[in-house]
């Protein structure tokens, strides 16, 4: 059981009000809050041991330099990777698979396939449609039910021995769909394809193995798992990383330069050109303590309650529809009402002081599934109450009144 009013005490934010009313946060699905043990950490950093990393040799950036690679090993202990040179920094996400996807430009060759989900953020298809476009690869897509579920039948349809690559969320940002990963990473290496998983959604809620995956690339942001902004990670098995190239050029990722030739740096710094967001990364290894002195399984457990209880109390609304409802999924509730357009009640339950987010959640292909403009998206965490469910459902049926 989590105690969470103690723990709504970590987070500053929770305590202010907007629009004169006292603040709930339900958008959570695009950036979790920061509890204090990471601002502190960030104040921390700016405060003591602000330097550049692993040039100097004076005590600050040596400070800085070992805060930076603690995070790292945090990184690698969190996702279970083998080595902490598997463990690419990254600005986050969708920085990740964009080295993912233009490492990959040598390796692949015109009429290769590549598959993806219905499912995605759109960073985890655009930069895969640029590949093709650099290629000439053919990009597959594994369609979506009704209920925001993945046709698996179809999926090893679309398997070949011309599939080279497969990627997928592993939580649907927009539906909350929680992917069947292990059986796509298993069937994807039986056809001999690497697999990049988008755990983007996933890790605010469940800590992934990524060896008991055999996944080959990981990616997440730090932001959603109660870290800051601008820091994420790149996990590569170290033989795909060792065999992508470079994405950046630059200071950092060499081992030696002259004018007629440059020869890299070894993992992870091939990868990492440049000065880093340094604060970002110690803070992120800070957020993660953070999470995990929470528990993992603490935070499901609380949080599927949560979502049961506030599908229950949102479904009493009449002409209130949910879209995404398998059964395998995360506290994430999609909705609309009847023709009311989403960004209209967003903007009035704003006025009640709650934060939801509307729109098409970077995922278009799937508003055209169901043929609608976006939802209304409420996502919880477990610093949320059940007792803020029930506001929003309040302002929710106020706004549908007003806007009848
Ligand atoms: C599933 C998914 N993938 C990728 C991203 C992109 O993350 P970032 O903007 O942190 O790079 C998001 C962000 O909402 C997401 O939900």
């Known amino acids: 059981m989590l105690d969470v009013q103690n723990i709504r005490e970590d987070f500053p934010i929770l305590k202010r009000q907007v629009n004169g009313k006292p603040l709930v946060y339900f958008d959570n699905a695009a950036t979790s809050q920061t509890p204090q043990t990471v601002i502190d950490a960030i104040v921390d950093y700016y ?68 598959i993806v989900s219905a499912l995605e953020h759109h960073s985890n298809i655009v930069p895969w449609q640029m590949l093709c476009e650099r290629t000439g690869a053919i990009l597959k897509v594994i369609p979506m039910n009704e209920e925001g579920e993945l046709l698996m039948d179809v999926y090893d349809q679309l398997l070949s021995n011309k599939t080279k690559l497969v990627f997928t969320n592993h939580i649907s940002n927009a539906l909350g769909t929680i992917n069947p990963i292990e059986e796509i990473i298993k069937k994807a290496h039986n056809a001999g394809a690497a697999v990049l998983i988008d755990g983007a959604q996933a890790c605010p809620h ?31 098995k170290e033989e795909w990383l060792n065999k992508l190239p470079p994405y950046q050029g630059g200071g950092e990722m060499i081992d030696e330069v002259t004018f007629e030739k440059t020869t890299y740096a070894g993992l992870p710094h091939k990868f990492e050109a440049g000065t880093p967001n340094i604060c970002g990364g110690i803070a992120f290894g800070v957020a993660l303590d953070y999470m995990n002195s929470i528990g993992f399984d603490a935070i499901a457990a609380y949080e599927n309650e949560l979502l049961e209880y506030g599908t229950q109390k949102l479904l009493e609304i009449e002409g209130l529809k949910i879209y995404g409802t398998s059964k395998n999924k995360t506290s994430v509730i999609s909705f609309n009402i009847d023709h009311i357009h989403p960004y209209d009640i967003g903007s009035i339950i704003d006025k009640l002081g709650i934060a939801v987010r509307t729109g098409h959640h970077c995922a278009q292909p799937i508003m055209d599934f169901y043929k609608i403009p976006g939802t209304i998206r409420a996502s919880f965490s477990f610093y949320n109450t059940k007792e803020e469910i029930d506001s929003l459902v309040e302002a929710v049926k106020k706004a549908k009144m007003m806007l009848a």
Do not use: M, W
């Open 206 to 236: 469940v800590k992934p193995d990524v060896q008991a995956l055999d996944v080959d690339f990981y990616v997440a942001s730090a932001h959603k798992l109660c870290g800051p902004t601008g820091v994420g990670l790149l996990y590569g």
């Open 47 to 114: 405060s003591n041991y602000n330097a550049n990393i692993h040039r100097g040799v004076h005590t600050l950036s040596q400070e800085a330099t070992d805060a930076y690679e603690i995070a790292r090993k945090k990184v690698q202990e969190h996702f279970s990777a083998k080595h902490s040179h598997e463990i690419i920094l990254t600005s986050g996400t969708t920085h990740s698979i964009n080295i993912v996807a233009t490492g990959f430009t040598n390796l692949l060759s015109k009429g290769d396939e590549i």
